[in-house]
């Protein structure tokens, strides 16, 4: 499924009172975060028009873990992590069955608006993707402009500092901030873009292969800003890469498909029983690298 944020034309801010709460329980711009989490997706069925691609899918996410979606490519866990979002419902074709919970809500339900959901479960994508003509600054703030957030200029200026460090960027741009946000490294702007996220104070985040495209040393930097990240935010990451999903995450589901069926969740638990001891020999092999 191709990614739709590389082409999001900003709206104009919405005129309005300085201040605009937060709805559903957000937390308003340099208000303190909300409580950590839980995600749960229950039952989930996806197909794209007539291929069904996920079948009975059912997997919780712990408020304020890592949870990493292994398994080999086209089983289906870049199509579940954008079904956590919403972002399934883009595609003309695709339609789905099943529930995805937000702390006991239904992130579907048709009487909670589109924005709120993709507020309130962020996304990173596997390649970065900054607004290459916008400042360091206004790519960290675009979130407030895309769901019409108002905050005054002292707030802004705390919360670019504040999602800057959290996303490990501060020190590296501090001075630069009106520079433009597509003159970072590719680390950077992955960093960038994870700041951008953090600004309208997700509950979760979604990370879909987010070092696929990466040296290691701006992995390294990315991994241990998740394991900072999860101290206030839920986080779900999509990896190809074993030896990441064992550094970072602390609970595994392992997806597979084959001979044309749809992905389904062979396992799913712990990660170190996940590595160590799994029960399920498909699992043992993928992990292990004999196959996949």
């Known amino acids: 499924m191709s990614t739709t944020d590389d082409t999001t034309v900003l709206p104009a801010v919405p005129a309005g009172p300085p201040e605009t709460p937060a709805p559903l329980g957000q937390a308003a711009p340099g208000a303190p975060l909300a409580p950590l989490a839980e995600l749960q997706a229950r039952e989930i069925t996806a197909w794209f028009g007539e291929r069904k691609v996920l079948d009975r899918v059912s997997l919780t996410m712990p408020a304020g873990g890592i949870t990493a979606l292994i398994g080999p490519s086209g089983c289906g866990k870049s199509t579940f992590l954008r079904i956590l979002n919403r972002m399934h419902e883009l595609v003309p074709s695709a339609r789905l069955a099943g529930e995805v919970l937000l702390d006991g809500q239904d992130v579907y339900d048709p009487d909670r608006r589109l924005i709120d959901a993709r507020r309130a479960i962020g996304m990173v994508f596997q390649k970065p993707n900054p607004f290459p003509a916008m400042s360091i ?3 960290v703030l675009a979130g407030l402009r895309l769901t019409g957030t108002r905050a005054s200029r002292a707030t802004k200026e705390e919360l670019v500092e504040s999602c800057l460090t959290k996303a490990g960027l501060w020190t590296e ?7 433009p946000g597509g003159g970072l490294s590719g680390g950077q ?6 700041a951008r996220s953090l600004a309208v104070k997700p509950r979760v985040l979604l990370m ?19 394991l900072e990240l999860a101290r206030e935010v839920t986080i779900v990451i999509v990896t190809h890469n074993m030896q990441q999903a064992a550094r970072v995450s602390t609970q595994c589901a392992f997806f597979l498909a084959s001979h044309g069926t ?4 062979v396992e799913h638990g712990d990660t170190g029983a996940m590595f160590s001891a799994p029960r399920d020999q498909r699992t043992s092999d993928y992990v292990n690298g004999r196959f996949g």
């Open 262 to 265: 749809p992905g389904v969740i």
């Open 173 to 179: 741009v501090r001075d630069r901030l009106d520079a």
């Open 137 to 139: 600054r206004e790519n």
């Open 208 to 226: 879909d292969e987010p070092c696929s495209a990466l040296d290691p040393t701006s992995t390294r930097v990315i991994e241990e800003t998740m």
């Open 189 to 194: 702007q992955q960093r960038l873009c994870i």
